[in-house]
């Protein structure tokens, strides 16, 4: 096991994560110790425009995925209006690898609570959603106790800290589905409905939760708020890049010694954070991996010194994604994972679109074919094929993220394929798990 190096150490920069190691940390006086509930006060006594204004200069952008910038966001909701208008937080986090949200909720509820005031104050919002993964009851425990201890406080309820200003704050369990934390279908599910993606436009800004002015955004991104409060958008660009300010936690899984999250100024790159995972497990190389969970393209060791920011991710051809590092040895099959990856793409669609319905269901039987040794040369083209008429064809991003791992394998490694193709590599799978694949 390496032992990362002073120099690599000083790249943690614990922001989100500084409070989780503390005795009781999810407990409302810890957090009232630890800064908790400064911004608040200090947020509550600004005029909302001047928060959006500062969200919008701190540069901000989305942790759920596609990175759009956050103050834009909740500049687009119209004031003035007359309708209710919603902050949605999108707790769900589905995606195969990501790690992020949970663990803060679990460790630092009140550093989401917190942000859910501020964000619903500057958007003039009197009523909040947190939509919390069904399966993460531990976690929603957290939560909901804190909301508690925040409504017992006066920090939530009516005249909050006799500011003037009302909001109440729910905590909902999803039922969990991955396609519930595409925003839209995550509305749907919130009002009682199927969730299904909607479409756009309307976008949510205008015709959100309840055919009202609606901001969805991730856990991440509202816990971030709190902090660019009290330190300011100047500080919070001292972190990161240009275009991608701040810091970021860094989901970390797979043949590492030490799996778990690492907040690091956005364009740290894998090299860095292998070093402080302790290294790749004994006896393992690094071969592929994710930069940003399962929809995102695979990427090789030659992509070890990639800046990990938005910009960096998608010049190396990739996606930053929710920053969901998996990590992949020599000793780990690119085929295979593709083809766990695609059996839950098959199961989790919705099945609203053809080309992700039926798509992921055919490719799914291919990759079976492929790993019972039966594939031929052929198979490759169909996927590629398949694949073209999947990404940018889908109803919403669940399609286009099932074909990121497809697409970037066959160009990594293809040689992988065709050792399957050409028996060189014994068959995985056996004709009893070919059911269908014909
Ligand atoms: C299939 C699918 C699943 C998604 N799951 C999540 C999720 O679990 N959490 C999340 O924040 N965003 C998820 N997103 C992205 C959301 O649609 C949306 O972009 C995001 O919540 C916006 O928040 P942000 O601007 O703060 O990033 C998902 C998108 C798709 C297409
Ligand atoms: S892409 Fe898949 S998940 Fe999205 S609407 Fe179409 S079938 Fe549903």
């Not at 999108?90 to 995606?95: H, I, K, L, Q």
């Not at 009523?127 to 017992?152: F, K, P, T």
Request: proline residues 6%; contains cysteine.
């Amino acid at each position: 096991m390496t032992t990362p190096r002073p120099e690599t150490l000083a790249k943690l920069t614990p922001v989100l994560t500084k409070r989780w190691l503390s005795p009781d940390a999810w407990r409302i006086g810890t957090y009232e110790q630890l800064d908790g509930y400064a911004a608040l006060r200090k947020a509550l006594k600004a005029h909302p425009d001047d928060l959006i204004q500062l969200i919008k200069d701190s540069g901000l952008r989305g942790r759920g995925g596609a990175g759009f910038p956050t103050g834009l966001k909740w500049g687009f909701i119209p004031q003035g209006d007359g309708k209710p208008h919603y902050l949605v937080v999108n707790a769900d986090e589905g995606e195969p690898g990501t790690c992020k949200d949970l663990p803060l909720m679990t460790h630092d509820p009140h550093a989401l609570v917190e942000g859910v005031i501020i964000a619903s104050y500057a958007i003039r919002a009197a009523r909040a959603y947190i939509y919390i993964r069904g399966e993460a009851v531990h976690a929603a425990r957290r939560l909901r106790n804190a909301v508690q201890e925040a409504y017992d406080k006066g920090y939530l309820g009516r005249n909050i800290l006799r500011s003037g200003y009302d909001l109440e704050l729910v905590v909902h369990s999803g039922a969990g589905a991955y396609i519930c934390g595409e925003e839209t279908a995550l509305l749907d599910s919130l009002e009682g409905f199927r969730g299904q993606p909607r479409l756009r436009p309307p976008f949510p800004a205008t015709h959100g939760l309840y055919a009202s002015p609606t901001v969805v955004n991730n856990v991440g991104t509202i816990a971030s708020v709190p902090p660019i409060v009290l330190g300011g958008a100047d500080w919070w660009k001292t972190m990161g890049t240009e275009k991608s300010s701040g810091p970021m936690i860094y989901s970390l899984s797979g043949r590492i010694n030490n799996p778990g999250q690492y907040e690091c100024s956005m364009g740290v790159t894998l090299r860095d954070l292998l070093e402080l995972a302790g290294g790749m497990q004994p006896g393992h190389n690094l071969k592929f991996w994710t930069p940003g969970g399962s929809s995102t393209p695979l990427l090789a060791a030659e992509h070890l010194d990639v800046p990990l920011d938005f910009e960096g991710v998608a010049a190396a051809g990739s996606i930053l994604g929710t920053t969901a590092t998996q990590i992949f040895s020599d000793q780990d099959c690119p085929v295979y994972a593709t083809y766990r990856w695609l059996e839950f793409y098959h199961h989790e669609s919705c099945g609203k679109c053809t080309p992700c319905r039926e798509g992921n269901y055919w490719m799914v039987r291919v990759y079976r074919r492929i790993l019972a040794g039966q594939g031929t040369h052929e198979d490759l083209d169909t996927l590629l094929d398949t694949c073209d008429n999947i990404l940018g064809r889908s109803f919403c991003g669940l399609g286009d993220g099932a074909t990121s791992s497809v697409t970037s394998s066959l160009k990594y490694f293809k040689q992988d394929y065709l050792d399957y193709i050409e028996g060189r590599t014994a068959p995985k799978l056996s004709d009893k798990q070919l059911v269908g694949a014909h």
